[in-house]
């Protein structure tokens, strides 16, 4: 349906496909197209050419209007509401509920600030646009089809299904000072390019060629709070609000299959404004280039181990063992391009692991990464809450004194801001400690040459979305264990190790994906542990297709 004629010379038109589109007149390209998740029924837009409503309905159940009323072809149900939208950049400003009745009309005023709406219900009800309240509530002896407001907005006009004119002089609308609406809000897409500018239909729709798309961009917010963000139906946690009180967000949508994936961003702020913004992408299958002309970054990665303190009342037996253990396979040069240079990779253990060097290997070593990289953090030995404020949670380096653990220890939120101010293309921190039982705990706890396959992992590596992940051994609650059953490992080390020795290669493409060896290692350590220790995913951002290694078949 059209919907009216707007200053500047647009349009606004409703589909029954759910898109609303901003369409410019001269040169009939859509400017601003937006889908809404339920069906349009009716809409209407006020003389201000910013405020628009709709009518919306969703069905469930059966869906056959014309059966009988007793039938069960008729047994329906309807969520029916008003929507206030901002014309022009497509955000939802409020929703009237509560209207039990097909909508088959709405209604604003020139100026925008009351909204009517009507159906098979036999009434009409009126709100005041800003604040959402019901104002009138008009009985009609039949169905209404049409409503119309005067240029003041205190004349409401209404047709019938029986073709019968109706004017009433409404109550609570004269003139008066119209509260101040909530702020907008507005998703914008800074990366990738090809996303940043709007398309009408019909033209091509964006190709991609990775099985993961990368999204980078900015909630504008109008200085008001975002209480949520949604991309892809995942929600993002990892928001930073920039310099202008802005938001800006790095997320990584799966477009595993071949074909067409719609992808939706949903922001809302505090105060109840929701920002929706959708698009299609297609994604090619997968194609083999030429390892030569491929050039990703490098691997660089921090590995700590602690078993012995200074304090020799908390000593571990097998956490120095499990950092050189993944020292060990990470560089292997067996894993080709997957291997980590030895230059790139820094390995601290008991004696060296001190407060400073671990420091100096975050703040430092990690740092000489570049935007293409991929960075990663492992630490194994103690971990433990400030008893003083037990939501602060620390690593013991070697020299750390249990006894002053604010005051000696590495606080986890000093690491994870360092390393997330990192250039880094894809950051990864795995923690093999607890931070439950503090360390007052039972010594068996822890508070190559060239290949077909390798052509694939740089494909993959290049393709990669970028993001941070964070895997840690246990859940708040639970502390980490380490035993001789595990291979003189901790438990949650054994299975990282067998995870990227190629027991996490669901798929067995001979590729270990960051995804595959999380939900690897978390389903293995919960089930060895029978549920005394579950590894926790962190909620940050993240590219589950990562490549993290090789399958070496030798091993």
Known sequence: MLVAAIPGRKVISVGRDRQVILWQIDTQQALRPTRVENDVLSAAIGGDGKTLVLGLQLLTGNLFRSAKPDSLAHSIEADDRVRLMDAENGTQLRDFEGERQDLDTVGVTPDGRFVAAAGGGSDASVWDAATGKRINTIPFPEPVTALAFG??????????????????????????????????????????????????PG?????????????????????TSLKSLLVGGEEITSLRPDEAGDYVFNAAVSVKEPGQHQIEIVAESEQGVVARRSFVVERTPETRAAVEALEPGRRIALIVGVSRYENPSINLQYAHSDAQALYDLLTHPSLGPAAFHKEDVQLLLDEQATVKNINKGVREFLRKARENDLVLFFFAGHGAPDPNQIRDLYLLAHDTDPENIAGTGILMQHVREAIAEIPARDVVILTDSCHSAGIAAPPNMRAVSANPIHKVFLEKMLHASGGLAILTASEAAQVSYENDEWGRHGVFTYYLLKALKGEADSDRDQIVTLGEAMEYVRDNVRNATKFRQIPAIGSTSFDRQLPLIIVDKRR
Do not use: C, F, N, Q
């Open 203 to 223: 033209m091509p729709v964006p190709r991609v060629h990775s099985p993961s798309l990368r999204i980078r961009g900015k909630i504008k917010t109008g200085g």
């Open 151 to 200: 240029p003041d907005g205190r004349w409401l006009l209404a047709g019938t299904k029986k073709g019968s004119l109706s004017l009433y002089r409404l109550s609570g609308v004269g003139p008066m000072v119209r509260p101040a609406a909530p702020a907008t809000i507005l998703v914008v897409i800074i990366e990738p390019t090809l996303l940043i500018d709007e398309r009408a």
